[in-house]
């Protein structure tokens, strides 16, 4: 399969946000809470993002399937909002995402991420690539789990 994954661009933003929210819909369900940020995020808070953080996407035949996001901050940065396109689901997508992101920014000592306590999907694909739980907290009426990664020179 040729995918490319690219920096994403303001004329992304909008794919990224349809995407985004179909593949966060079975959360938004799973946990009864359709304005997590995923779901209730606009082009303005997309954009903003774009100018702060590394955003990517993922590219296959010059259509978007995927994206992710990179928060810096010293030596740490936050993963954010993996997200692929529903019928591109099963296909590594989400896997290449998460290859390149931590491949961003060779300064980066400590990786993390959250997700909701329910999400077994993707806590198990987190722990694939290394991701360790360190911590729990509750949030509206579920429970987020923090999990992290050490990277190595």
């Known amino acids: 399969m040729n995918i490319t ?3 994403a661009k303001i004329e992304d933003i909008d794919t990224i946000l349809e995407i ?7 959360q938004a369900k799973k946990y009864n809470d359709y304005k997590m940020p995923p779901m209730v995020e606009t082009f303005d808070n997309l954009k903003d993002e774009l100018e702060k953080h590394i955003v990517l996407v993922a590219v296959k035949d010059n259509q978007i399937v995927g994206s992710i996001r990179l ?3 010293g030596f740490e940065a936050e993963i954010r909002r993996l997200s692929v396109d529903d019928d591109w689901q099963g296909n590594g997508i989400g896997h290449m995402l998460m290859d390149v992101v931590e491949l961003q920014d060779q300064s980066i000592k400590r990786l993390w991420l959250l997700t909701g306590a329910k999400s077994y999907r993707s806590i198990n694909m987190y722990k694939k690539f290394g991701y ?3 911590k729990k907290e509750e949030y509206k009426d ?3 789990v923090f999990l992290q990664k050490f990277l190595t020179d």
């Open 142 to 144: 579920y429970t987020l």
């Open 132 to 134: 360790k739980l360190y």
């Open 20 to 26: 985004q929210k179909k593949a966060f819909q079975f």
């Open 71 to 73: 928060e810096k901050n």
């Open 5 to 7: 994954i690219r920096d």
